[in-house]
């Protein structure tokens, strides 16, 4: 009888700098399009990191989306600074108090090429420096 193990690949920043001094209740999406560096990873592991001049009021968040695209990366679909979309985010960081926020969540990976909108919902503006959003691509291996 075989087990089934899970195995996962290098972490990988899907945003970063993008996010810098973002405001309470402002969007941004990343500048450049992503490609998974690990193929044939179905789930990750998404890991925010956050700081603020001020702690946020608990239960606040911090929204993913992943902007898709079908054709190679020429149109996505609606998403940006100023567009949120409809749908569910793929991504809930639900926020403590404090400065200083790690937080690690599951979630979905996206196949093909995509950008991540990120929408702080916090009460608070992100730092100028040091805030990313990275993931650790997850799957499944019979042992």
């Not at 290098?10 to 500048?31: E, H, K, Y």
């Not at 179905?42 to 968040?61: K, M, Q, W, Y």
């Not at 149109?75 to 404090?98: A, M, Q, R, V």
């Amino acid at each position: 009888m075989s087990t089934r193990t899970q195995i996962s690949a290098a972490n990988q920043t899907i945003i970063g700098s993008d996010m810098n001094s973002l405001p309470n209740g402002s969007a941004v999406i990343s500048a450049s399009a992503i490609t998974l560096t690990a193929t044939g990873y179905p789930r990750a592991d998404a890991e925010l990191v956050v700081g603020f001049g001020s702690a946020p009021t608990v239960n606040t968040t911090v929204l993913g989306w992943y902007i898709k695209t079908v054709d190679g990366g020429t149109n996505y679909e609606d998403g940006s600074s100023s567009i949120i979309p409809l749908k569910k985010p793929d991504l809930i960081f639900t926020l403590k108090t404090g400065t200083s926020q790690r937080i690690i969540i599951p979630c979905v990976l996206p196949v093909g090429l995509f950008k991540v909108l990120v929408q702080n919902n916090s009460g608070q503006a992100f730092n100028s420096t040091g805030n990313t959003i990275r993931i650790l691509p997850i799957t499944d291996q019979n042992a």
